[in-house]
């Protein structure tokens, strides 16, 4: 999930992408975390029903850039 800065200076997540696996998920992070606009990124998992949208709480696995997640926790 690539993170920026909204129009307040305040970070904000955007798209999450999927990943096959928390290899990939941690190379995409890297890899979108210096793209034009964003500020970071961050590679995380999660089980869930994707039927139902019964999802647990993410794990992340990595983080790259500048990404203060204790941020966004409010």
């Known amino acids: ?42 590679a995380f998992s999660r089980t869930g029903d994707p039927d139902s949208g019964d999802f647990a709480e993410g794990v992340v696995l990595a983080s790259f850039g500048d990404v203060d997640l204790d941020a966004l926790e409010g």
């Open 1 to 42: 999930m690539p993170f920026l800065r909204d129009g307040d200076g305040m970070l904000s997540p955007a798209e999450a992408m999927e990943a096959p696996n928390g290899e990939a998920a941690r190379r995409r992070a890297l890899a979108v975390s210096t793209a034009s606009g964003n500020i970071g990124a961050i």
